[in-house]
């Protein structure tokens, strides 16, 4: 068997690190694997040093690497224009592939995108939310739920330390994710503040990341000193140490990978009941759920967790209970068995 994993896109996003996780999983099982990734990717330079497997870059006109995919015997999209691409190696040199949708949105209504997804040997939703939206969209599609794994972080002391010095007798609510308002809502988080500025002067917000709208939230953040924004941080994993409680009120959601990482760290965690996230948040058992772009709920219920250190602590510990079914060797193991099916179902046929 040999795995060739296909993911083209620009960035690197929780999609692309996901694939990444997997790859690596997967190779420690000793499966024979191969990457198509975009010339100059992120992705391609993380996985150019991983031992044992081929990587092959590729530029527009992608079709031209498809002639390299001779001895692959299944290929596995990680995002649309992967999916695009497995698409027409099927239709051009035969080779059977699986879809992994990590997205709520419904798929393109067009004929090219309906046949992407009908033509699949498999399609697996990371969520139930997504499982329903595909099932909706093709009512012939049977979709697998295999769910994103957590990354697994470790953080270094020390690191932690100095972090939790720099912001010495400050209750830290941390946000790691794209600043991408329409998606992760971090417009709301800004109010939520916004709202307990004067009633719990000792709370601070740290948002890690980058995205299109980091100029409108810190032009909507610019009279808060309680709100900071670190840009990308190599060292997550010290920030979720450092952090006393996890805010994430994405507006859409396919699962919400950095959740598991949350809880992996043991945080508490108050996030949006939309989509997927409900499937890994469960209220008053691991987190508090709060209705999307509601900045009073959001308020409300850090201002709860803030007030009960002790269901803080309930939370985060089971919280880092559950996490423990989303390690990557777990979820790599569902992918590999399933990929095991598909050959048997392919070597059936033929």
């Known amino acids: 068997m040999n795995i060739t994993h296909v993911n083209l896109a620009k960035g690197f996003r929780g999609g692309e690190r996901q694939t990444e996780l997997l ?8 499966v024979n694997q191969t990457a198509v990734v975009r010339t100059g990717s992120p992705l391609s330079e993380r996985l150019s040093t991983m031992p044992g497997l081929q990587l092959i870059t590729a530029s527009k006109p992608y079709l031209l690497t498809i002639k390299k995919l001779d001895k692959t015997s ?33 798929p393109k209504n067009n004929f090219f995108t309906r046949n992407v997804y009908r033509q699949a040997c498999a399609v697996v939703a990371l969520s139930s939310a997504i499982r329903r939206v595909l099932e909706t969209y093709d009512k012939g599609l049977k979709p697998d739920t295999i769910p994103s794994m957590a990354a697994g972080f470790h953080a270094n002391p020390k690191h932690v330390k100095a972090i939790k010095d720099r912001y010495q007798g400050k209750f830290l609510v941390g946000h790691i994710g794209a600043l991408v308002t329409r998606h992760k809502g971090q417009q709301y988080l800004i109010e939520a503040a916004k709202k307990l500025t004067s009633r719990v002067p000792d709370m601070h917000f740290l948002f890690l990341g980058k995205g299109d709208d980091e100029a409108l939230l810190r032009a909507m953040a610019k009279d808060l000193p309680s709100v900071e ?21 994405s507006l859409n959601e396919g699962l919400g990978s950095t959740l598991l990482d949350a809880m992996g760290a043991e ?84």
């Open 74 to 106: 299944l290929l596995h999209a990680h995002e649309a224009k992967a999916g695009q691409f497995a698409f027409l190696a099927h239709l051009l040199i035969g080779t059977p592939y699986l879809i992994t949708r990590r997205v709520p949105q419904v």
């Open 23 to 30: 790859i690596q999983a997967l190779q420690r099982a000793g």
């Open 229 to 249: 924004f670190l840009g990308f941080q190599h060292n997550v994993a010290d920030y979720l140490a450092a952090f006393d409680l996890f805010a994430f009120p």
């Open 267 to 350: 945080k508490p965690i108050v996030a949006s009941q939309v989509d997927g996230i409900p499937d890994i948040v469960h209220h008053d058992v691991n987190g508090l759920l709060v209705p999307p772009g509601d900045s009073d709920a959001l308020a409300d219920a850090l201002y709860q967790l803030y007030s009960a250190p002790e269901k803080r602590l309930s939370l985060a510990q089971k919280g880092l209970a559950m996490v423990a079914d989303y390690q990557p060797d777990k979820i790599a193991s569902r992918y590999f068995n399933l990929y095991r099916q598909l050959e048997e179902k392919t070597q059936a046929r033929e």
